[in-house]
């Protein structure tokens, strides 16, 4: 049930991951879900992300799409998955939980701003040594989690990389 996932997903040794569109987990998501997305480099970045084979795992997907997440998750040794969202972040959202958003911008518009904001740039070392914003924080988002520390938890960050997969 939604109530059930809901009570799963404060416990801090489960890891919620959205694996819908990154489109639609920036309108929308569980608090504190992480950004997975099932169409982009899945195998890859959960291996990246969660690191850990063993963690438990709840999942946010698109109707009609969990068999297709268990499976590409146990591909790649990930069989810890105990569950998911019945109804999709719609059934979330009908039952009064709370969600966030992450803004979106387009390029024109940070173009106007980047003077003006901070900016964590996640793409790997190759491609920040290729072309880079000056005035950025470089942290490749592999290595993200352990360097939390070079970011200030009061700043608002705009999160750069080359298509949007990996910003979210």
Same mark, same amino acid.
């Not at 809901?6 to 987990?25: T, Y």
């Not at 499976?71 to 039952?95: A, C, E, M, P």
């Given at each position: +049930? *939604?109530?059930?996932?809901?009570?799963?997903? /404060?416990?801090?040794?489960?890891? *919620?991951?959205? *694996?819908?569109?990154?489109?639609?987990?920036?309108?929308?998501?569980?608090?504190?879900?992480?950004?997975? $997305?099932?169409?982009?480099?899945?195998?890859?970045?959960?291996?990246?992300? @969660?690191?850990?084979?063993?963690? &438990?795992?709840?999942?946010?997907?698109?109707?009609?799409?969990?068999?297709?997440? =268990?499976?590409? @998750?146990?591909?790649? $040794? =990930?069989?810890?998955?105990?569950?998911? @969202?019945?109804?999709?972040?719609?059934?979330?959202?009908?039952?009064?939980?709370?969600?966030?958003?992450?803004?979106?911008?387009?390029?024109?518009? =940070?173009?106007?701003?980047?003077?003006?904001?901070?900016? !964590?740039?996640?793409?790997?070392?190759?491609?920040? &040594?290729?072309? +880079? !914003?000056?005035?950025?924080? &470089?942290?490749?988002?592999?290595? !993200?989690?352990?360097?939390?520390? &070079?970011?200030?938890?009061?700043? /608002?960050?705009?999160?750069?990389?080359?298509?949007?997969?990996?910003?979210?």
């Amino acid at each position: +049930s *939604v109530s059930d996932f809901e009570s799963m997903s /404060k416990n801090a040794e489960i890891k *919620v991951i959205d *694996v819908r569109h990154q489109d639609n987990f920036a309108k929308g998501h569980v608090p504190n879900s992480i950004f997975i $997305g099932i169409d982009g480099s899945f195998a890859p970045w959960v291996g990246e992300i @969660l690191k850990d084979i063993k963690i &438990k795992i709840l999942v946010v997907v698109d109707d009609d799409r969990e068999t297709e997440v =268990f499976t590409r @998750l146990s591909r790649v $040794g =990930f069989d810890n998955y105990i569950g998911y @969202l019945s109804g999709g972040i719609k059934s979330w959202i009908k039952n009064g939980y709370e969600t966030q958003s992450i803004e979106n911008i387009s390029p024109d518009e =940070f173009v106007n701003i980047m003077n003006e904001i901070k900016i !964590l740039d996640v793409r790997n070392e190759g491609e920040i &040594k290729s072309s +880079s !914003l000056d005035n950025s924080i &470089k942290i490749p988002l592999k290595t !993200l989690e352990n360097n939390l520390n &070079k970011l200030n938890q009061n700043n /608002k960050y705009y999160i750069h990389c080359a298509g949007g997969y990996r910003s979210m």
